[in-house]
Structure formats: structure tokens, C-alpha cells
């Protein structure tokens, strides 16, 4: 039996959801900073203790740890690294 977690109680879309391209953002994400890219999977994991804050140590080396790992496999970066002015998931 699984889980079907696409009506959780919750307003953030998953990681994994992100990640693969399925995420659209509402028009309210949207107003609210929050658009495709490794700077939401941020948001969504930590967004109240690392987003919206402006530029910040933590998700500065959050994004270096990104980067060092993209390069590794030899893959882009992508758009939309950090969630400095996101305003987090409620």
C-alpha cells in the first residue's frame, strides 16, 4: 500500500516534485518569489530559518555544496540557485 501524498495537508509542493519538473508554481509562489530551481528545494526543506532573509552564510554554502556536486556529475546548475528574497511556505 503507498501513500498518496499529492492531497497532503500542506501548501509546498515536494522536493522531488521540483526536481523533476512537474512543479508549477501558483501565481501567488510566484508573487512570492517562489519560482523552479534549487532555491525552493531550500525553501521547502528550511525556508523559515533560511529564506526571505536576503543574502546569507547558510544558503550561500548550501548552494556552494550544490555547485561542487552539479560539477561532479557534470551537470548544470539550472536557474534559480538561492531563496534569498522568497518568501517562505507558510
Known sequence: MT???????????????????SW????????????PGYG???NIINGGLECGQGSN?????????YKRYCDILGVS?????DCYNQSPFA
Open 40 to 42: 525552493v528545494i531550500t
Open 3 to 21: 501513500e498518496d501524498l499529492s492531497n497532503s495537508l500542506t501548501s509546498k509542493p515536494s522536493s522531488h516534485n521540483v526536481i523533476i519538473g
Open 24 to 35: 508549477t508554481p501558483s501565481a501567488a509562489d510566484t508573487s512570492a518569489g517562489r519560482v
Open 57 to 65: 552564510d547558510k544558503v550561500a554554502d548550501r548552494i556552494g555544496f
Open 77 to 81: 546548475y539550472g536557474d534559480n540557485l
